[in-house]
């Protein structure tokens, strides 16, 4: 245990430097000499290793992530499995080409994402390396499919930088300043963002049943948010006209949004409506996937089946791979050669996957039955901070996916991105990593791996308390 001056006892992080440290700092300097100013930095820190919630930066400072990659390693960093699954492969065959000398790592992972997502009909699934890339390809197999062009999307969407993931991508700054023109045919709905509705102003989650928390559900969780779906519905018939729909394309928790979760209630309307117009639904699964709201994947807490999903992020255990999976029917719309990419579903990556896919079935109890146990914990902290910290908005979630938003006054509701970003400045200062997220740059978001301890979840936890405070 470190005995801190400041009487606070940390059991996991250790810090040898300031934070910064000066390896970091100089790293910082020749990355701003040799890499595009585009990418952006969270964090001013370099690391050296990772393992499990820990993360060892090149000062030698011992620090937990609660950014896992940005909601990657679900199964930890390096879990052994993945590494070892990893080294193997890299040892027999690290890239043919699937679209040159096939091998069955990519028959074997594509059998397993049919497998785990929800219908009882045959499913097919495409392999890529991205999750912009897989909504990419969602699209073209959706247009390919129902021979309709126009694509509905939503307020607060997130779903990638190329063209038109850009395009689906609700927030300006910086995801498409300076970038356009986007793509036609994109039509945006407004998301059923309870807190700040503009339809009802939150009022249909009052009218909604009020529940306890089985697998860290809030009780505007079962909201029909009805008018809110009524304005979607004339939206489409009124701007769109629904035969021209090909698809709707929704995250069930809005992930660089804010960690919205769609309402139940609206989930279903829209799943409804979407058969009733011979409209695709597809599920952009990328962030809520794999363990990350108690569930392998978000849609089970909604009991409805989505036509097609989009995953990557939690797949890969860290490697960069992505699918797009659904009906195979609709997942065989494209002509052969219509949809692929040199390397899509890599060998080494697809070993990393099917290691993930083993970890959550050998472990399926633990691993998920510990997701939801950290997910109730982290709520269970931060609804209490909300009781007595008025510039905290709004907390939700789904399991351990849960977020706090900042504002200047719970009155006027006005966004307070400031206080968000000094929070996540004096977590990383403090041994935590943490990033923010919203539309308004307001929100923190919890993002820790699914495995990591409550003892290590209740230290990085008692930091964030500490920043807000401090911050306030
Ligand atoms: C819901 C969602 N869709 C798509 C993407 C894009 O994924 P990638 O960054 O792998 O292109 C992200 C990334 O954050 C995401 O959260």
Known sequence: MIIRLDGINRMHIN??????????????EERKKHVARGPFHSTPIFIERAHGAKVWDVDGNTMLDFASGIGVVNVGHTAPEVVAAIQDQAT???????????????????KKINEAIPGDFAKKTF????????????????????KRQAIICFDHAYHGRTYMAMSLTSKVKFYKHTFAPFNPEVYRAQFPYQYRCPTCNGSCSQN????????????????DCSPCFQSFVNMVNG?????????VIIEPVLGEGGFLPVPKGYMKSLRKFCDENGILLILDEIQSGFGRTGKMFAVEHYGIVPDLMTLAKGLGGGMPIAAVAGKAEIMDAPPEGGIGGTYCGNPVACAAALAVFDLFEKDKSSLLQHSVAIGNSISAKIDQWKKSIPQIGDVRGLGPMQAIEFVKDPKTKEPNKEL????????????VVTITAGTFGNV???????????????????VIEDGIKACL
């Open 92 to 110: 027999k065959n690290i890239h043919s080409s699937i679209n040159v000398l096939a091998y069955d790592g990519y028959i074997n992972l594509s």
């Open 239 to 247: 701007q769109i006209g629904a035969e021209n729909v090909a698809a």
């Open 127 to 146: 392999l890529c390396n991205s999750g912009a890339e897989a909504v990419e390809n969602a699209i073209k197999i959706a247009r390919s499919y129902t």
């Open 420 to 431: 968000a970003s000094k929070v996540a400045k004096y977590c990383y200062e403090n041994g």
């Open 444 to 462: 923190i978001r919890v993002l820790v791996p699914l495995t990591i301890s409550e003892e290590e979840l209740e230290e990085g936890l008692k």
């Open 15 to 28: 810090l040898k430097t300031k934070i910064p440290g000066p390896k970091s700092i100089a790293l910082m």
């Open 208 to 223: 909604s049943e009020k529940q306890t928390k089985p697998e860290g559900l809030r009780s505007d969780f079962n909201s």
